[in-house]
Every structure is written in C-alpha cells, then in structure tokens.
C-alpha cells in the first residue's frame, strides 16, 4: 500500500508538471501571431510597395519640372535681353529722327517743332 501511494504520488506530481507545462504552452502559442497577423503584413507590404511606387514617380516629374523651370528662366532672360536691345534700338532711331527732323527745319518753325517734340518725349 505504501508503494501504492508513493506511485500515486509520482503520478500527481508528474501530472501537475504536465499541467504547468501546458499553461505555459498554451500562453506561448497566444502571443503567436496568428493568420489575421500575416494577412495584416501582407497588406501593409503591398501598401508599401505601392507608396515607394508613386513616391518615385512623383520624384521622376520634379525632377522633369525642375528642368522645365530652368529652361524657361534661361528662355525669359534671353527675351528679356532682346527685348532691351530692341528698346535701345528703337529709341535710338527715334531719337536719330527726330535730331534729323530738327536740322531739316530751318528757323522759328523748326525751332518750335523741336520745343514740341522734346516736350512730347519728356512726356
């Protein structure tokens, strides 16, 4: 009987280990990530994929605009260039004009049309 109890004994205790190690089994496999999880990554990688996807096409354009900007700047300052020669050019022939026009006319009539023009081109 004695030995009967001590098998029984060995018994619990080695069915109370089995328990213990169960429970901690069992709390293991909870903090495992389940299907949900990976699903989850999953998608979040697609997501991602798709966001470094538009982000290097967006870098591709301002890249491309950033080269359009430069070229119309340097564009402008050639027109605007032109735009001063032509400026000078055409008020120095109106002023070659207008000196011509006031050595052609003689006396007070040329006199007055040269006050007359000068007070137009103070104007």
Same mark, same amino acid.
């Given at each position: 009987? =004695?030995?009967?109890? #001590? #098998? ?17 089994? /069992? ?8 299907? #949900? ?15 470094? /996807?538009?982000? %290097?096409?967006?870098?591709?354009? =301002? ?23 032509? %400026? ?20 007070? #009539? ?14």
């Amino acid at each position: 009987m =004695l030995r009967r109890t #001590e #098998e029984v004994a060995q018994r619990d205790q080695l069915i109370q280990q089995k328990e213990r190690l169960y429970v901690e089994l /069992k709390a293991i496999l909870a903090r495992q990530p389940g299907p #949900e999880v990976a699903e989850q990554l999953k998608a979040y990688q697609e997501n991602l994929a798709e966001k470094q /996807k538009q982000l %290097k096409s967006m870098a591709a354009e =301002l890249h491309s605009n950033r080269q359009q900007v430069t070229t119309m700047k340097a564009e402008q300052e050639s027109l605007l260039r032109g735009l001063s020669q032509l %400026k000078r050019g055409y008020f120095a022939k109106q002023q070659r004009a207008s000196d011509a026009r006031a050595e052609t006319a003689g006396g007070e #009539e040329g006199d007055e049309l040269s006050v007359l023009e000068r007070g137009e081109r103070g104007r």
